[in-house]
C-alpha cells in the first residue's frame, strides 16, 4: 500500500496494490471462464456505473433512495450518534454526502477499489464539507483486509448501500459481514442496501437495459483486462447477456463469444467456441428474513429495516 499525504483542505489517499494478474489468467483459463466483478471497475467502468443508476430499468439506486427520503429522520434516530463514516465501495461518494446533514461525522471514510474515480470524488468533496476529516482508501474486499490505524476506533458506522453486498457469494457475504462485525466496536453498527426478490421481468430488464449501457459496463471488462494482462480481446468479437438463475436467486452477466477466437497474452492463450461464456458477474437477490438471519448468523445484534411500498429494496441498520 502507498501512502499519499496530500495537505490542507484536501483529503488524504490511501492506494491500492497493483491487481493480481494470476488471479484473473486462472479465471480465464478455467474451463468455465470467469472473472471477478472487481474487473468492472477501471475508470470507464465506474463512470459507466454511475450512467446505470440513472436508468429507468435500473430500479435499484431510485428505490434506495426513496427510501432515505422517506424515511432520512428514523434512520437517523435508530443510529444515533457515530464519529466514522465508512463508506464501502464509496464511488462517487453521493450516497454517503446525503447522509453528512443527519449523521454528523468526524471522520468520513470512502473505500473504492476504483481509486482514481474515488479520489476525484472525494477532493471534491473534502471542498464542500472542510471541517469533515477524510481519507480515502483504495480496497479491495475480495481479498483479507483491515483498516488502517488512524481510522479512528470509536463508533465506526459502516455504510454499504445499493446491494453491493449481493454481488458476493453467500458463503462469502457472510464472511464478509462477520469480519465487519469484528471491525466494529461496542458501539459500531451497519447501514446496508439489499435488494430483494422480484419479477424475473423487472430483474431482467435492469440488468440488460434498452440503451445497452450495461452491455457497455459488462464489455468493458475486456479492455481493464487487455490493460492489465496485455491480451489482445476484441471487444466486438463479445455479446453482453444477462439472466436471472431462479436456483441460486441470482442475476448473472455473461459475456458470450460471438465468433471461435483464439486470445492471447504474455506466452498464453485461450481459444474460445463460438457461443462460450466468461461469466463476470452475480447480483444476489435476498429475501428479507434470509438476510436478517445473515446478518444475525454474523454476529449482529438487533436489526431494523425500511422499504419501499413494492418491497423491491431494503435498508437495514445492524447494532453491532
Ligand atoms: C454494484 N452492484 C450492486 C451492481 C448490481 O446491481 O449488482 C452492479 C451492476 N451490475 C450490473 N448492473 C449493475
Not at 479520489?119 to 468533496?125: G, H, K, M, N, T
Not at 471491525?183 to 430483494?196: T, V
Not at 434470509?290 to 454476529?299: I, N, P, Q, R
Request: with cysteine; charged share 20%.
Amino acid at each position: 500500500m502507498s501512502l499519499a499525504f496530500t495537505g490542507n483542505n484536501e483529503a488524504e489517499v490511501i492506494a491500492l496494490p497493483h491487481p493480481s494478474q494470476h488471479e484473473l489468467e486462472i479465471g480465464l483459463l478455467s474451463d468455465a471462464a470467469h472473472t471477478s466483478p472487481k474487473y468492472l471497475y477501471d475508470a470507464v467502468g465506474s463512470v459507466l456505473f454511475d450512467a446505470i443508476c440513472e436508468l429507468p430499468e435500473y430500479y435499484p439506486t431510485r428505490t434506495e433512495a426513496s427510501i432515505f427520503t422517506q424515511y432520512m429522520s428514523d434512520i437517523a434516530h435508530a443510529i444515533g450518534p457515530h464519529s466514522t463514516l465508512i463508506d464501502l465501495g464509496a464511488g462517487n461518494c453521493r450516497k454517503a454526502a446525503r447522509l453528512f446533514p443527519l449523521l454528523h461525522p468526524n471522520q468520513y471514510v470512502p473505500i473504492d477499489i476504483s481509486i482514481k474515480y474515488l479520489e476525484d470524488a472525494v477532493q471534491r468533496l473534502q471542498q464542500r464539507f472542510p471541517y469533515i476529516e477524510m481519507t480515502a482508501l483504495g480496497l479491495d474486499f475480495s481479498k483479507p483486509w483491515t483498516l488502517p490505524d488512524e481510522i479512528r476506533s470509536d463508533k465506526r458506522l459502516f455504510f454499504y448501500p445499493g446491494s453491493s453486498i449481493g454481488n458476493f457469494e453467500p458463503s462469502h457475504a457472510h464472511a464478509f459481514l462477520r469480519h465487519l462485525r469484528s471491525e466494529c466496536d461496542a458501539d459500531g453498527g451497519l447501514l446496508i442496501g439489499i435488494d430483494l426478490i422480484k419479477d424475473h421481468d423487472t430483474l431482467h430488464q435492469a440488468y440488460d437495459d434498452a440503451l445497452g449501457v450495461t452491455a457497455a459496463f459488462n464489455l468493458n471488462v475486456l479492455r481493464h483486462i487487455n490493460q492489465i494482462l496485455g491480451s489482445n480481446f476484441d471487444v466486438q468479437q463479445w455479446r453482453h447477456h444477462a439472466l436471472f438463475n431462479t436456483s441460486h436467486s441470482r442475476i448473472e452477466m455473461h459475456l458470450e463469444a460471438r465468433t471461435a477466437q483464439t486470445v492471447t497474452w504474455k506466452n498464453m492463450h485461450r481459444h474460445f467456441l463460438p457461443g462460450e461464456k466468461i461469466h463476470t458477474e452475480n447480483s444476489y437477490k435476498y429475501s428479507l428474513d434470509k438476510f436478517l438471519a445473515l446478518l444475525d448468523s454474523a454476529g449482529f445484534g438487533h436489526a431494523q429495516y425500511w422499504t419501499d411500498s413494492n418491497n423491491w429494496f431494503a435498508v437495514v441498520y445492524a447494532k453491532a
